[in-house]
T-cell receptor, first 109, second 112 residues
């Protein structure tokens, strides 16, 4: 069974700091999605990466797909309190798409 | 445009009771799925469907049944509720399994 491990599990940082969270698997992804979930709500899609080595930017967020398509990272530059939430990756290898274990980020003002 | 509608929003059950969580979408999505989210955790896939009449098990299917008689509806049935099923349940849909998921607002279920 494919397992998506995310690290770190928890992260608490000061406003303005940079951070990177990771999503890793032992299996190759055909594509990978990143979602953010805020308390009391369902996750919202941030980005989908498809090609090995691909880099996508969404304002202060930079997403990278590993060359071997077995890992991905999300880098946030100059984090803001509005970035607080649960960050989830989701694999798209087969129809049994699963979510990663999640990284809970708290950005302190 | 309602999107994905989940009902009820809150539910309290006694151990052994059964119930159905409703999920409906009006976007003509083929892919629908159910997840449970335990406190502080990610989402675990319970069951999913790639179209009317087709369902399959996810990561944690035990204790749950689903059916997909129409494109719009994908109810989740708890056969005999157990305290371990206390969780927040989310329904989601998309055009295809790897496409953008649209989520319902969630159901907070407590089993006493």
């Amino acid at each position: 069974t494919q397992l998506l491990e995310q690290s770190p599990q928890f992260l608490s940082i000061q406003e303005g700091e940079n951070l990177t969270v990771y999503c890793n698997s032992s299996s190759v992804f055909s594509s990978l999605q990143w979602y953010r979930q805020e308390p009391g709500e369902g996750p919202v899609l941030l980005v989908t990466v498809v090609t090995g080595g691909e880099v996508k930017k969404l304002k202060r967020l930079t997403f990278q797909f590993g060359d071997a398509r077995k890992d991905s990272s999300l880098h946030i530059t100059a984090a803001q309190p509005g970035d607080t939430g649960l960050y989830l990756c989701r694999s798209s290898g087969t129809y049994k798409y699963i979510f990663g274990t999640g990284t809970r980020l708290k950005v302190l003002a | 445009n309602a999107g994905v509608t989940q009902t009820p929003k809150f539910q309290v059950l006694k151990t052994g009771q059964s119930m159905t969580l409703q999920c409906a979408q009006d976007m003509n999505h083929e892919y629908m799925s159910w997840y449970r989210q335990d406190p502080g955790m990610g989402l675990r896939l319970i069951h999913y469907s790639v179209g009317a009449g087709i369902t399959d098990q996810g990561e944690v299917p035990n204790g749950y049944n689903v059916s997909r008689s129409t494109t719009e509806d994908f109810p989740l049935r708890l056969l005999s509720a157990a305290p371990s099923q206390t969780s927040v349940y989310f329904c989601a849909s998309s055009y295809g399994g790897g496409e953008k998921l649209f989520f319902g607002s969630g159901t907070q279920l407590s089993v006493l």
